[in-house]
């Protein structure tokens, strides 16, 4: 089945650690997209890339790095400068001809 | 900049009632626009959406029409299911840049009581 994973489901970070969210799509879709939520907030774009090897920072994307080496992986780091990382993140894609995102089912960062 | 204004919830009903979801929006351009919807614990999914002015998205019960004059996209159903519980996004694209990013409302949680 074609669709976009993201794992870990959960995922803890203990405090000065960078931790790495996974996000794999096999829709061979062209843009990928990293969302923030927060309880009662909306989504907020922290990073997005339209094509392999470029990418452009989103709304709030201090304190986190991405990577985009392949088309179907969005690789999220979420750095130790990043001081507030509690929250549930969405991966999302689209195709190079539509406006629509589809989105994953998501990684909740925790911080021990 | 481009916003997105939708009602605060939560928002309560008994099965069977009738449901509106108020989102009002601006943007410079013609944005497309579309209602997601979150079940606890997961991803969004897409709803319905609309691409231009006087459009009627449609999906599963729910309508939603693109009026550009009050840049409004209210969602509605007729009779609410309690399966249609969760939280209801409303966003609109920003394709001036044809980046296609999304701008969401802060969301609005449906409970639906048997």
């Known amino acids: 089945d074609g669709g976009i994973t993201q794992s870990p489901k959960y995922l803890f970070r203990k405090e000065g650690q960078n931790v790495t969210l996974s996000c794999e799509q096999n829709?061979?879709?062209?843009?990928m997209y990293w969302y923030r939520q927060d309880p009662g907030q909306g989504l907020r774009l922290i990073y997005y890339?339209?094509?392999?090897?470029?990418?452009q920072k989103g709304d709030i994307a201090e304190g986190y790095s991405v990577s985009r080496e392949k088309k179907e992986s969005f690789p999220l780091t979420v750095t130790s400068a990043q001081k507030n990382p509690t929250a549930f993140y969405l991966c999302a894609s689209r195709p190079g001809k539509g406006e629509t995102q589809y989105f994953g089912p998501g990684t909740r960062l925790l911080v021990l | 900049g481009n916003s997105v204004t939708q009602m605060e919830g939560p928002v309560t009903l008994s099965e069977e009632a009738f449901l509106t979801i108020n989102c009002t929006y601006t943007?410079?351009?013609?944005?497309?626009l579309f209602w997601y919807v979150q079940y606890p614990g997961e991803g969004l999914q897409l709803l319905l959406k609309a691409t231009k002015a006087d459009d009627k998205g449609s999906n599963k019960g729910f309508e939603a029409t693109y009026r550009k004059e009050t840049t409004s996209f209210h969602l509605e159903k007729g009779s609410v299911q309690v399966s249609d519980s969760a939280v209801y996004f409303c966003?609109?694209?920003?394709?001036?840049?044809?980046?296609?990013?999304?701008?969401f409302g802060k969301g609005t949680l449906l409970t639906v009581n048997p």
């Open positions: 890339s339209q094509i392999v090897n470029d990418f």
């Open positions: 829709l061979n879709h062209d843009a």
């Open positions: 966003a609109l694209s920003d394709s001036g840049g044809s980046n296609y990013k999304l701008t």
């Open positions: 943007a410079t351009g013609y944005p497309s």
